[in-house]
């Protein structure tokens, strides 16, 4: 079965630019995280989606962040404009129902760097 | 803060010997998972201990809760080069609907 997929893998742009990420979790998985790693502050969870609909966004940093989950197979993370210190890995991971109680599934992530 | 602290920092051992990594949370969970991230990877989940459990096994791996104490520990017996990687607990605190809060990490290098 094909995991989580990630796209773009590698993102290199300028500050002031628009940057889409992308995210197709697993068939049949109802739970839709974003997280970011940083060396600094680890691995911090930035919203999630459950049936598609947004649960908790308390972890998107600014207003310059946002999410969206069209359909149960596509999520993006978007950042208007980006800044330095948006760079990062960018992770999607999706589970099953309760998701807390079951084991997320991470794709490779985007690792974004903002010049 | 980080719900779960994981330690030591690093860890380096010899091929064969055996790992032991430790973490500590702060409030009541419903369950405590561990996972391994490779270099330039995502995360894979290892094992799931749920809070009324004491020992899980799953091949090389045993983990250990510890509520009264708040801790887990994740031991990996005989280790192989392919165990080096980076390891996280992450505890599903009760009735934080859903969400896992992970630790910082433990980086572990099996020398061959």
């Known amino acids: 079965d094909a995991g989580v997929i990630q796209s773009p893998r590698h993102e290199v742009t300028e500050m002031g630019q628009e940057v889409t990420l992308r995210c197709k979790p697993i068939s049949g998985h109802d739970y839709l995280f974003w997280y970011r790693q940083t060396m600094m502050r680890g691995l911090e969870l930035l919203i999630y989606?459950?049936?598609?609909?947004?649960?908790?966004d308390s972890g998107m940093p600014e207003d310059r962040f946002s999410a969206k989950m069209p359909n149960a197979s596509f999520s993006t993370l978007k950042i208007q404009p980006s800044e330095p210190r948006d760079s990062a890995v960018y992770f999607c991971?999706?589970?099953?129902?309760?998701?807390?109680?079951?084991?997320?599934?991470f794709g490779d992530g985007t690792r974004l760097s903002i010049l | 803060s980080q719900q779960g602290e994981e330690d030591p920092q690093a860890l380096s051992i010899q091929e064969g010997e055996n790992a032991t990594m430790n973490c500590s949370y702060k409030t009541s969970i419903n369950n405590l998972q561990w996972y391994r991230q490779n270099s330039g990877r995502g995360l894979v989940h290892l094992i799931l201990?749920?809070?009324?459990?004491r020992e899980k096994h799953s091949g090389r791996l045993r983990v250990t809760l510890d509520t009264s104490k708040k801790s887990s520990s994740l031991l990996i017996t005989a280790s192989r080069a392919a165990d080096t990687a980076s390891y996280f607990c992450?505890?599903?605190?009760?009735?934080?609907?859903?969400?896992?809060?992970f630790g910082k990490g433990i980086t572990l290098s099996v020398r061959p």
């Open positions: 989606f459950n049936n598609n609909v947004p649960i908790d």
């Open positions: 992450a505890t599903d605190a009760s009735g934080a609907n859903s969400k896992l809060t």
């Open positions: 991971a999706s589970s099953k129902t309760t998701g807390g109680h079951q084991p997320q599934h």
């Open positions: 201990i749920r809070s009324n459990e």
